[in-house]
Structures are given as C-alpha cells and as structure tokens.
C-alpha cells in the first residue's frame, strides 16, 4: 500500500509561484508512474501533469504547458509540481497520484493511489 501527502499548497497573488510536493510511503514508488490532478469548485477533476517512472516522460495539461513543472526525486519518494505564472483559473485542490505502471498517463483511471490533496488559490 502506497500514501501520498501533498504539501505546498496556499493563498498567492496571480503571476506568483508555488511548488507543490508529494511525498510517497509504504513503499518505493520509482517503478511507479506520478501524476498530479485538481479539481476545482463546481468542477470535474482534471489532468495537470505526469511523469514516468524514470523522469524521463512528462505529459501537461494544454492550460499549464509552459508554466507547470513535474519532476521526481526518486531517492526521496517525491514528485513535485513547479508552478509559476498562476492564474486564478488555477485555482483549484491539487492531488497527487500513482500508477502501479511506469508509462505516465492522463488518465485517472490508470492511477491506483491518490493524496488527500492541498488547496491552491490564486488571487487576481
């Protein structure tokens, strides 16, 4: 069994950054692919981003591509998500996930366990 906690989250001003952290326990997650998602008031969940087992593959959301960085540190079980030039429309609870596949995915229904998430407001 895998937890996942995300930290990071907060209130900040539009243009600002943030990183969102999510580290892994029970087990190793280095095999594993990551993702994080987010949903936001009166809104399905959404894809963000994903990165495969290695760091090597990312995958972003049309709405964060070229502002949102995933990345991992394998040997800390974290994956971390680099925000910057927030918008209010980013505004939204950020969960983390993990897929027992190593190929990053879009897909929720690929990911096996998920955070508890951590609020993210983007004030205009």
């Known amino acids: 069994q895998v937890q996942l906690v995300e930290s990071g989250g907060g209130l900040v001003q539009a243009g600002d950054s943030l990183r969102l952290s999510c580290a892994a326990s029970g087990r190793t997650v280095s095999s594993y692919a990551m993702g994080w998602f987010r949903r936001a008031p009166g809104k399905e969940r959404e894809f963000v981003a994903a990165?495969?087992?290695?760091?090597?593959?990312?995958h972003y959301a049309d709405s964060v591509k070229g502002r949102f960085t995933i990345s991992r540190d394998n040997a800390k079980n974290t994956v971390y998500l680099q925000m910057s030039g927030l918008k209010p429309e980013d505004t939204a609870v950020y969960y983390c996930a993990a897929s027992r596949t190593c190929s990053s995915s879009r897909y929720p229904r690929r990911y096996d366990y998920w955070g508890q998430g951590t609020q993210v407001t983007v004030s205009s």
């Open positions: 990165i495969n087992w290695s760091g090597g593959v990312t």
